[in-house]
């Protein structure tokens, strides 16, 4: 479907929600197993979700609306959040994300798109060139991205435990393209 | 990590709430979608966990307390919730997966299942020999398929709409190994 601003709200309010039911009171077995080597635990993927809303897309939004294409978007460091968010307990986190998250659609709320706004734009640092409305619907597939991720990574907890059924079981097939 | 009845039940017991947290009141856009020919939507996900409530995961428990391997698990037909459970709204469909799973988590603890019940084996009919604590362990692993399944379906209906994004955001390139 083509990107439509309410349908996109929709998504991204519920995402820490979402998660907070997944993963809350959940044990560490769970929540802070990765799935090898270089990989992230599910506590971590909530981690990096907040460094995003601290420093991404809200902010890549507002870029677009003040410097359209003459100003890049600042790179993203995807592994800042190992360096800072992840000793929080983990229900810690999925509050600063669900409150990080409220503020941000807050903000966008307020921005009052319309169409005009939203095909305006701006500048990837590695991707080049996409309007504000890609940059939104990127916001919610990265919501799923992550839920897919963690989905995998709680599933391959129980890789061996499952014995011959692991075979039928299509997430432990996923080859972690979304880590 | 090892098979743990607690660990399991913990998963399970939330599932309903996570796709109920995901999914109710989103528009059938989003539901109501699917990733093609011959793949199912969201709503029909939710209607295949509630026929395998019905059908499968406890009543193979229950097999295998009764008769071990002397009788095979009844095949389950992947495809019987396509005719009879997807033309029910989504929020009944959500109500009827949460009512089916407390039930079947109150019988599974009503079972007083311990290493010696979950060591017991039964029969898979394409799979062969497999333990309790192996189907046990494949019935949350199955959640978490499914959850992988759905993030993904959510995220194509915005494929396009990411432009060039559509790049870095991995649900995008899972290749539907869940279906």
Chains 1, 2 share one sequence.
């Not at 959040?81 to 807050?106: G, I, M």
Request: proline share 4%.
């Amino acid at each position: 479907m083509e990107h439509n601003l309410d349908q996109t709200m929709a998504l991204l309010g519920r995402t820490p929600a979402v998660f907070n039911t997944l993963l809350r009171d959940l044990s560490a077995e769970w929540t802070e197993s990765n799935e090898g080597d270089g990989t992230w635990s599910a506590k971590q993927v909530v981690a990096h979700l907040i460094h995003c809303e601290r420093v991404d897309w809200l902010a890549r939004a507002k870029r677009i609306l003040e410097f359209g294409e003459s100003k890049a978007f600042d790179p993203l460091d995807r592994a800042a959040h190992l360096k800072t968010n992840s000793d929080a307990p983990l229900p810690e986190l999925l509050d600063e994300f669900a409150r990080l998250r409220a503020s941000n659609l807050e903000a966008l709320r307020g921005m009052r798109l319309g169409p005009e706004e939203l095909g305006l734009k701006g500048k990837h640092p590695a991707l080049g060139s996409l309007t504000l409305a890609e940059l939104l619907a990127a916001w919610t597939v990265h919501d799923m991205t992550h839920l897919h991720q963690v989905s995998r990574i709680l599933a391959v907890q129980y890789r061996e435990a499952c014995g011959p059924f692991s075979a039928y079981l299509g997430v432990l097939k996923c080859d972690g393209h979304s880590g």
